[in-house]
């Protein structure tokens, strides 16, 4: 390839690189795209958009995460927005509600999809059920609750339907076609029972009419003092319990495992070094003995003793005629005959032990050297 062509390439290239560049820009444009995003708030509260509406309307709101601390807290309120219900609900929980709704609560439920055998403790006097959804071609449904001025436009499109065994109680008032909505008169309150629980929660309050309707509920019965919103049945982790009912134990816990490890470590301490497991030799263990009993009280007398012994057992079996001798003879013949000190085979064989190692060292030597010659 010669040089002139391969110019030419390089010219093409760069060319259709600027081209490509320029058309890019002309003719497309940079639009940006709102992605919806789900706050940690919002994903561990499914009805956190429909109480944070309410205090915007300017009515006072609390939620709790399970009917146990609802019921609890019952008497503050005017208003129960119970959109989801298990079996699991006891009938002390059941009963409790009933009472308060007697006196002029409102509440607002959904009803629970049961066979007709089963029964719901709450709304069993009504005999009311929840049918599973069906499609249908109205994608939308209305309501005028009392107190609205005009009807509102609920979504029914995939949202069950509520449905009464025969022989039923009345409802007060209902939806316009009588299958998603009745409320119900009990006492001086009411109980609204919805057949789609999920029309106030974050994805759908928005949607239709759903949050008027949720406004105009909570105000059946007046201005309510307050709005005790349930957000889940399901049973908070023991560590949420524990913290929301002692936090204070959070601080102790800590203190207290800490404490438990500084005191394993101190009893503990370092580890001790692996024992030896090869054996010894018998010299080590006659030696240890020997310091053992040097140690002892009158441990060195009867060391010199022991040999002192073993030399007269021999000098009785080799030479009888010493051993017959006074003790200051027997140590001169001794003498003479291995050529040895007069004194120190006298001082290592009569003279009283002494607690000098060196001088009980080399009397040892000398009984030990006449066992051998003898």
Known sequence: MTRTVRYLLWFIAVA?????????????????????????????????????????????TRTVDMMAEGTAQLSS????????????????????IRRWVENGGVLITGALRLKDE????????????????????????????????????????????????????????????????????????????????????????QQRDHAELLWRLVELNGPPSQVLIVSSLKMPRWYVLFWKKTPLGWVVLPLLLGLLLWRAVRRFGPLLPEPDLSRRSLLEHIDASGRWLWR?????????????????????????????????????????????????????LNKPVSQNPHDFASRLRILQFLRKKL
Not at 77 to 96: F, I
Not at 131 to 143: E, I, L
Not at 144 to 152: H, Y
Not at 301 to 323: D, G, I, S, T, Y
């Open 16 to 60: 259709a690189a600027v081209y490509g560049a320029w058309w890019w820009l002309t003719h497309m444009e940079r639009r940006p795209v709102a992605m919806p995003r789900q706050t940690p708030e919002a994903a561990a509260n499914p009805l956190l958009a429909a109480g944070l509406f309410l205090e915007k309307q300017g009515i006072k």
């Open 296 to 348: 002892q009280e009158g441990g060195a007398f009867r060391l010199l003793q022991a040999a002192r012994l073993v030399l007269r057992q021999r000098m009785l079996a080799r030479m009888p005629e010493w051993a017959r001798l006074p003790q200051h003879e027997l140590a001169q013949r001794i003498a003479r005959r291995f050529k040895l000190s007069a004194d120190e085979v006298d001082r290592a």
């Open 77 to 96: 309120a005017s208003v129960l927005l119970l959109p989801y219900r298990s079996l699991r609900q006891g009938d002390k929980d059941s009963a409790a």
């Open 118 to 205: 089963e029964n719901d403790p709450l709304l069993d006097a009504f005999a009311i059920r929840r049918d599973t959804p069906v499609k249908t071609q109205d994608k939308a449904g209305s309501v005028q609750p009392p107190g609205s001025p005009r009807a509102l436009a609920i979504e029914t499109h995939y949202a069950d339907r509520v449905r009464q065994l025969p022989d039923a109680v009345a409802p007060l008032w209902q939806d316009q076609s009588g299958e998603y909505l009745r409320a119900f008169a009990v006492g001086r309150g009411q109980i609204v029972v919805m057949g789609d629980p999920d029309w106030f929660t974050n994805k759908w309050l």
